[in-house]
């Protein structure tokens, strides 16, 4: 399977594996990176740009494969010195980027300075083109249906991705509700140079996530994520567990929503605790409609294998019986 992202990023599948806070850990980027995907750090995962820097090495311990660094650039309570996290990245021998949130533009120069490839994550058109512009080498377009961060149009991918293959030069990933070779092989056909998955390598043996949150996400449908944060107008997809919906609770009430009162349920130690510790009512964790297609857990290379080979299946023999009758 030879795309514009397996060329561009010199992997041998055209699957990655998105930045997720607390889980892009090298364990995880090692393992979709030796799996033939790309696996991504989560920068902000580490609490200085000098940890990031170890973590860089201890992945590079794990897989000579590429893996790239996720930069995640949103508004915090506290300052986060990104300048120095992009630093780190360069001076890291870093060659692929992933950002996201805000406008990547302030961090280009010093990507684009040691040659390296930017994939930008966004959830618009609009977005994607601007990345384009702006000198991004490839955008992952993420659908509604995806965990984190869906933005506030509402667009499935259904829409989005035809739309970016009409309009963008550059190579793009589609992300938000893949998990399988369905998925994969729908991408391809909408136009997409592969895909972007979050969730699907969360509930993989090498995620660092305890098995019960690992579990819940089995055992979950497609109707268990909640859209929190929406009066805000900071929309995020969570599992739909007892705090998500203690929020939906508190951003019902009439009037508009202070944050004051939903930060103590949403404080993001304790996410880190319950990934880690498994209290799945403790805090909240990002996860998309895709749990609806999850029932087990394999490992990376497992779900990759799968995924690639189900793809293969679906366009040599099914969609070729079609067209060929
Ligand atoms: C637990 C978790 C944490 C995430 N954290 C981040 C993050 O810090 N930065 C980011 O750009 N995307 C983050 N994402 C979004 C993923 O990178 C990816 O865009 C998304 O999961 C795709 O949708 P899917 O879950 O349906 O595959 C996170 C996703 C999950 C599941």
């Known amino acids: 399977m030879q795309t514009r992202v397996t060329q561009m990023l010199g992997i041998k599948y055209p699957i990655v594996q998105g930045g997720m806070q607390w ?6 980027a090692a393992a979709v990176s030796n799996a ?11 609490p200085t740009p000098e940890a990031l820097a170890k973590e860089i090495v201890r992945c590079r311990e794990m897989t000579d494969k590429p ?18 996290y992009a630093r780190v990245i360069v001076g890291s021998g870093i060659r692929i980027v992933e950002t996201a949130g805000r406008n990547p533009e ?8 040691a040659d390296i490839k930017v994939i930008h994550k966004c959830t618009s058109l609009r977005h994607a083109l601007k990345a384009e512009r702006i000198g991004c080498d490839m955008v992952s377009v993420d659908g509604f249906e995806c965990a984190g961060h869906p933005g506030e149009d509402d667009v499935t991918n259904q829409i989005l991705l035809p739309l970016a293959a009409r309009r963008l030069q550059i190579p793009f990933l589609a992300s938000g509700g893949f998990g399988d ?5 729908a991408a391809l056909a909408m136009g997409a140079d592969g895909i972007n998955m979050g969730t699907r390598f969360m509930v993989t043996r090498e995620a660092p996530v305890h098995e019960r ?9 497609e109707l268990d994520t909640a859209l929190i944060y929406r009066t805000l107008r900071n929309t995020a997809r969570v599992f739909k567990n007892s705090v998500a919906e203690q929020v939906l609770a508190i951003e019902g009430q009439s009037g508009q929503t ?26 909240i964790w990002s996860a998309g409609m895709v749990v609806g297609l999850i029932d087990d857990i394999p490992s990376c290379a497992e779900l990759i294998d799968r995924i690639v080979v189900e793809a293969q299946q679906i366009i040599n023999e099914r969609l070729v019986t079609i067209v060929s009758q």
């Open 23 to 28: 889980v892009g850990l090298a364990e995880m």
């Open 36 to 46: 033939g995907g790309l696996g991504i750090l989560t920068a902000l995962t580490q």
């Open 67 to 84: 893996f790239a660094v996720n930069l995640t650039i949103l508004p915090t309570i506290k300052p986060v010195p990104y300048e120095d």
């Open 106 to 113: 302030p961090y280009l120069p010093i990507f684009k300075s």
């Open 181 to 185: 070779g369905r998925g994969l092989a």
């Open 213 to 221: 949150v690992k579990q819940a996400m089995v055992d979950a449908s």
């Open 258 to 283: 202070n944050f004051d009162d939903i930060r103590p349920l949403v404080q993001g130690t304790r996410g880190k605790q319950l990934l880690a510790e498994g209290e799945l009512d403790s805090g």
